[in-house]
């Protein structure tokens, strides 16, 4: 009888060396490219995407063309920012995770220096974009700064981390209705809570990944609070989402299209649920990625609602 074979290991290693960064740009632009996660766009569309379906509610339909590529590029620049936050703040962390170990800060590929110095260089771009929108929703966005920044340090004392970053990264939804009717209604702050509610659920399913590097390091996030309770955890918040989803679509006067359309997200929803397992974290990365399938319905439920 032949002996049994050892599992081929997962690399869960989240740098792709010879991905389109490596190929494409100059090397010296490669750890910048990093550094703000383009070479990793889900993040960016996770975060886009419910914006687009808040600036479709807001202008009743399709949104102003230019509106929409200040709050598209706004997105891709504040997403960026958080990211080298981020990466700033971990850097002594990040070489002893096993997903994280090839970051350019952490692996020597940038300074501390040139990090910041980059850092500053998006958000002098970001500023620009002040110029673009209204007084109020500039306020806001000058609101979200301190969130995005403090972001990072929220795993040194709270379990609920992917909280403050749903907080941060689901804020331009309530900037679509700043900017486009001068006001952020209660049924728009609802859809924003739903979202919220959403990212904690599907970015705890990616946070299963670095459990074990998390609490060798005495980090804390939502995967580590719910444990083995996991899938309880996530399709509770699943249904919190839904369910201000549905209150909000119902506020707005949503069509019947609308609903339709959520249902096919609670379906969505049951299936990730079904499918992931706190046991086997590595498999949770296509579930999240899953998400952008959910963002995508999002603006069709915005659009359907309003025929």
């Known amino acids: 009888m032949s002996a049994s074979k050892t599992p081929e290991r997962i690399d869960l290693n989240d740098i792709r060396h ?9 090397a010296a632009w490669g750890p910048y490219a990093r550094l703000c996660r383009l070479d990793r766009p889900v993040g960016t569309w996770l975060t886009l995407l419910p914006t687009i379906a808040a600036l479709v509610q807001a202008a009743g339909g399709v949104p102003d063309w230019w509106r929409l590529l200040i709050f598209s590029l706004g997105a891709l620049l504040m997403r960026g920012v958080g990211c080298c936050f981020n990466d700033i703040f971990d850097r002594n962390f990040d070489h002893q995770v096993e997903r994280t170990r090839f970051r350019p800060l952490t692996s020597g590929q ?10 500053f260089a998006q958000l002098v771009v970001a500023a620009l974009f002040l110029f673009a929108i209204n007084s109020y929703s500039r306020w806001l966005a000058l609101a979200l700064v301190p969130i995005v920044v403090i972001y990072p340090l929220c795993k040194r004392f709270t379990y609920w981390p992917q ?6 990264f689901n804020w331009g939804m309530l900037m679509a209705w700043s900017d486009t009717q001068n006001i952020v209604p209660l049924a728009a702050i609802a859809m924003w809570w739903g979202t919220v509610l959403w990212q904690i659920g599907y970015d705890a399913i990616y946070g299963y990944i670095d459990i074990a590097d998390d609490l060798k390091l005495g ?34 006067g949503m069509g019947i299209g609308y609903f339709v359309v959520m249902a096919v997200i609670a379906v969505h929803f049951v299936w990730q649920v079904s499918r992931f397992d706190p046991k086997r974290p590595e498999f949770g990365l296509g579930l999240f990625r899953a998400n952008m399938t959910v963002g995508v319905l999002m603006i069709v439920a915005a659009l359907a609602g309003m025929v």
Do not use: E, H
């Open 163 to 168: 909280a403050v970053l749903g907080i941060a």
């Open 18 to 26: 010879n991905d389109w960064v490596a190929r494409w740009l100059p």
């Open 110 to 119: 940038l300074t501390l220096k040139k990090a910041l110095w980059f850092v």
């Open 219 to 252: 980090l804390k996030s939502a995967a580590i609070r719910f444990g083995d309770n996991g899938k309880q955890w996530i399709g509770g918040l699943y249904i919190l989402a839904m369910l201000c989803w549905l209150w909000a679509g119902y506020s707005m």
